[in-house]
């Protein structure tokens, strides 16, 4: 056993990304407390954490275990729900804001992580286009019964019905969830550091779940599935486990992303809030954490930095998402920035490029 | 493959064409933006400009753009007017209120729809922003917020209500039926405020349906409402929907009364809606661009002259919504000097004590809650136009 520790090529890479977060952390909080922030960056720092939860979360699925999912944002509207009602309820109970929004974000995973699971059970036998459709399905459903769902809060304790409002609250009792007008006067809870420590927790997990036995089961599934069957890996446990961890993680960020909101409705978690997480997953690279992370970013300050355009935004921003498409994916460009990377490492000795070139491998 | 990297080349280069082409029309349009004088009250207000629900923002902006303008014109309070784009979603909401508040709103003209209202709200009552929302008209909105207030009646208490009471006293039909569509806040809450009247009235509801968003089939509920007999067919929502109930019914032979409510104003103008299948329809809106009011014939004039349109209710709310800052400002001496906490704090005050005339009706208060008290009228569509049913 040799004393001296030597980082994997992959822990590198993920140092990397802890170190990138924190510093970006650090700049802005900075920014924060000396006030020479803009309001409307501002504004977007805590949906951008819950964004790029999302996005790490969705590249389990899609980029490590290798299954297109598109029910991503139902995850995190079940999060987001059950979190802010827990939330709600406990308002009385515990008077301190960051604790009830810690609650609410392990409310809102553990509720996320148990329709990961009953979901998981019938689509994890699906493969390919079946499984996507199936998520997609699933999406659409909990926005269905979301919309149908009521919940009140009085003395006696919580009230649910569905369909319509028969919760026959007392006196002095509190409609949380009213149907499709959704969750209103939500007390503010989350915080830029909130966001900031959950992004950091996911990373945590998402990594040493990668780099663990059990990641390398997963990637080897995703890779070969007959293959991995063949050595005796346990198929749907493994897959099952990226799906539920995928889905327990969008279920954290549905809270953080509601609570920073005075009011929720569940059409806001529709197909095109998935399809968006899926365009960051993509555009980041797949497997790529640290390109998730940055994709969610600037895709979510992008539109806002165009609004100066007016109505010609909506158009540049679709452009600008094909130019980026297409130059991440150019092979000219790709063998220069090969070039560029490997001029950096002689330069710096350290290895540096390997984040940025993680997801190349497979499609 | 070289044919293959040369293509790429050429769509790359088109794209690089397009973009810089299209910074340089956008960069030339916001161009008069950026002439601020330091005279100016500055008026900020957020709405669906593009998207299913862009007709409402687009309509609220272009009525506070003519009542800018005519006030600009007059000398005296002089406003500088800018709507951002909120896609009718919460989250773009308050991105767009907070690009506002870069931009040094005083004043704010709140979001023109209720879900990103609610959200906008919410901010601006802890920056100490006052606001006057010409059209979002859900309680949630003003509850709770002592300056947050509204040009448009309340939804669910005042218009449901309103309705049934108005199908109660003019006797419209024996039996009543309802479509709407139980997915959205302002149809279920106009549905909900009707039943509950209704109930209290003692109406006879004989049948209920209800679809959801993308729904664009309604021969279920068409079928339903035929089937049961009903002869007045309540419909609270948007233009949209509507306009498909009234070909699909007009199509399969079932000619029940229409009785709709202020959000199906605008069907009118949509492209290529047959007019003659709302003949008839009834709705209650405070607003009548038939009337023979001067102002309000010369609004309609100008709208017309301008964006070549019918003004509907959401313009004419906006227009009022100005003019009420204008009376406001006035008489709080105000000047555009002052910070959006200093003018919040008159408005307040100004908006509890005055009484308004505007084109949605004269003699407009407010009470502390921040909800307008004025009459909604009975309308129905005859000849392709509004006329008044009283």
């Given at each position: 056993m040799k004393k001296k520790i030597t980082l994997t090529k992959y822990t590198r890479s993920s140092f990397l990304t802890y170190g990138l977060v924190i510093v970006a952390y650090v700049i802005l909080q900075a920014m924060v407390l000396t006030g020479s922030i803009s309001?409307?960056?501002?504004?977007?720092?805590?949906?951008?954490?819950?964004?790029?939860?999302?996005?790490?979360?969705?590249?389990?699925?899609?980029?490590?275990?290798?299954?297109?999912?598109?029910?991503?944002?139902?995850?995190?509207s079940v999060g987001a729900f059950t979190g802010v009602i827990a939330a709600i309820a406990l308002e009385g109970i515990i008077p301190v804001g960051w604790l009830r929004l810690v609650i609410a974000m392990a409310v809102g995973a553990a509720f996320a992580a148990v329709a990961g699971f009953l979901i998981g059970i019938p689509v994890l036998r699906l493969k390919g286009d079946y499984l996507a459709i199936v998520t997609l399905a699933f999406g659409e459903i909990i926005k269905s019964v979301l919309n149908n769902f009521y919940v009140g809060m009085d003395s006696d304790g919580l009230h649910f019905s569905l369909l319509s409002d028969r919760t026959g609250l007392a006196e002095g009792g509190r409609m949380i969830v009213n149907g499709p007008m959704g969750i209103t006067g939500i007390t503010k809870l989350s915080t830029f550091t909130a966001g900031f420590v959950l992004v950091m927790l996911t990373l945590f997990i998402v990594f040493n779940l990668v780099s663990s036995r059990s990641g390398r089961a997963i990637k080897s599934i995703r890779d070969n599935r007959i293959a991995a069957e063949s050595v005796g890996i346990n198929v749907t446990k493994y897959r099952l486990m990226a799906f539920v961890t995928s889905a327990a993680l969008a279920g954290a960020a549905g809270p953080l992303f509601a609570m920073n909101y005075s009011n929720i409705i569940a059409n806001k978690f529709d197909f095109n809030t998935s399809i968006l997480i899926l365009v960051f997953v993509v555009l980041g690279g797949l497997g790529n954490m640290l390109g998730s992370i940055i994709a969610a970013a600037a895709l979510t300050i992008l539109p806002e930095a165009l609004r100066q355009f007016a109505d010609y935004r909506m158009l540049i921003y679709a452009i600008v998402l094909i130019l980026v498409m297409l130059i991440t994916n150019n092979p000219t460009l790709a063998a220069w920035s090969d070039v560029i990377r490997e001029k950096l490492r002689g330069a710096l000795r350290k290895d540096r490029a390997s984040a940025a070139k993680g997801g190349d491998g497979h499609e | 493959?070289?044919?293959?990297?040369?293509?790429?080349?050429?769509?790359?280069?088109?794209?690089?064409?397009?973009?810089?082409?299209?910074?340089?029309?956008?960069?030339?349009?916001?161009?008069?933006?950026?002439?601020?004088?330091?005279?100016?009250?500055?008026?900020?207000?957020?709405?669906?400009?593009?998207?299913?629900?862009?007709?409402?923002?687009?309509?609220?902006?272009?009525?506070?753009?003519?009542?800018?303008?005519?006030?600009?014109?007059?000398?005296?309070?002089?406003?500088?007017?800018?709507?951002?784009?909120?896609?009718?979603?919460?989250?773009?909401?308050?991105?767009?209120?907070?690009?506002?508040?870069?931009?040094?709103?005083?004043?704010?003209?709140?979001?023109?729809?209720?879900?990103?209202?609610?959200?906008?709200?919410?901010?601006?009552?802890?920056?100490?922003?006052?606001?006057?929302?010409?059209?979002?008209?859900?309680?949630?909105?003003?509850?709770?917020?002592?300056?947050?207030?509204?040009?448009?009646?309340?939804?669910?208490?005042?218009?449901?209500?309103?309705?049934?009471?108005?199908?109660?006293?003019?006797?419209?039909?024996?039996?009543?039926?309802?479509?709407?569509?139980?997915?959205?806040?302002?149809?279920?809450?106009?549905?909900?405020?009707?039943?509950?009247?209704?109930?209290?009235?003692?109406?006879?509801?004989?049948?209920?349906?209800?679809?959801?968003?993308?729904?664009?089939?309604?021969?279920?509920?068409?079928?339903?409402?035929?089937?049961?007999?009903?002869?007045?067919?309540?419909?609270?929502?948007?233009?949209?929907?509507?306009?498909?109930?009234?070909?699909?019914?007009?199509?399969?032979?079932?000619?029940?009364?229409?009785?709709?409510?202020?959000?199906?104003?605008?069907?009118?103008?949509?492209?290529?809606?047959?007019?003659?299948?709302?003949?008839?329809?009834?709705?209650?809106?405070?607003?009548?661009?038939?009337?023979?009011?001067?102002?309000?014939?010369?609004?309609?004039?100008?709208?017309?002259?301008?964006?070549?349109?019918?003004?509907?209710?959401?313009?004419?709310?906006?227009?009022?919504?100005?003019?009420?800052?204008?009376?406001?400002?006035?008489?709080?001496?105000?000047?555009?000097?002052?910070?959006?906490?200093?003018?919040?704090?008159?408005?307040?005050?100004?908006?509890?004590?005055?009484?308004?005339?505007?084109?949605?009706?004269?003699?407009?208060t407010w009470d502390s809650t921040g909800a307008v008290s004025k009459s909604a009228h009975g309308m129905v569509i005859q000849d392709g136009a509004y006329a008044g049913l009283d």
């Open positions: 309001s409307s960056l501002k504004g977007m720092l805590v949906p951008i954490c819950a964004y790029v939860v999302m996005a790490v979360s969705l590249n389990l699925t899609v980029g490590v275990l290798g299954e297109l999912s598109l029910g991503h944002a139902g995850f995190m | 493959m070289k044919h293959t990297n040369m293509k790429k080349m050429i769509a790359l280069a088109l794209a690089t064409i397009m973009l810089v082409a299209l910074c340089a029309c956008g960069g030339g349009s916001s161009e008069p933006e950026a002439e601020a004088s330091a005279e100016a009250f500055k008026l900020g207000g957020t709405g669906p400009l593009t998207g299913g629900a862009a007709i409402y923002g687009n309509a609220a902006k272009n009525g506070a753009q003519i009542a800018v303008d005519e006030i600009n014109a007059q000398g005296g309070i002089q406003f500088e007017l800018k709507y951002e784009d909120d896609a009718n979603d919460a989250e773009k909401a308050v991105n767009a209120y907070n690009s506002l508040k870069d931009w040094g709103m005083q004043i704010s003209l709140g979001s023109v729809t209720s879900t990103p209202a609610n959200a906008t709200s919410a901010e601006g009552f802890t920056d100490r922003i006052f606001s006057l929302t010409p059209s979002a008209s859900a309680p949630t909105v003003i509850e709770g917020k002592d300056n947050m207030f509204q040009m448009c009646f309340l939804d669910y208490p005042t218009q449901g209500g309103a309705s049934a009471q108005y199908i109660s006293d003019m006797a419209l039909g024996e039996k009543i039926g309802i479509i709407w569509k139980n997915d959205e806040d302002y149809s279920t809450g106009l549905r909900n405020s009707f039943v509950d009247k209704a109930a209290e009235l003692g109406l006879n509801i004989v049948a209920e349906s209800t679809f959801t968003e993308g729904n664009n089939d309604f021969s279920v509920q068409l079928t339903e409402m035929q089937n049961a007999g009903v002869d007045v067919v309540f419909l609270p929502m948007y233009y949209q929907p509507a306009s498909l109930i009234f070909a699909q019914a007009d199509a399969m032979g079932y000619a029940p009364k229409w009785f709709g409510v202020d959000g199906m104003d605008g069907i009118l103008a949509m492209e290529g809606f047959d007019p003659t299948l709302a003949e008839g329809v009834m709705l209650l809106t405070p607003f009548n661009a038939d009337s023979t009011d001067e102002a309000t014939q010369a609004f309609v004039a100008k709208y017309q002259e301008l964006y070549n349109d019918i003004p509907n209710q959401f313009a004419a709310d906006a227009y009022d919504c100005v003019y009420a800052y204008k009376q406001a400002l006035e008489a709080a001496g105000a000047t555009p000097d002052m910070t959006a906490e200093q003018l919040n704090d008159l408005m307040i005050e100004q908006f509890t004590s005055m009484s308004f005339d505007g084109l949605t009706g004269t003699g407009m």
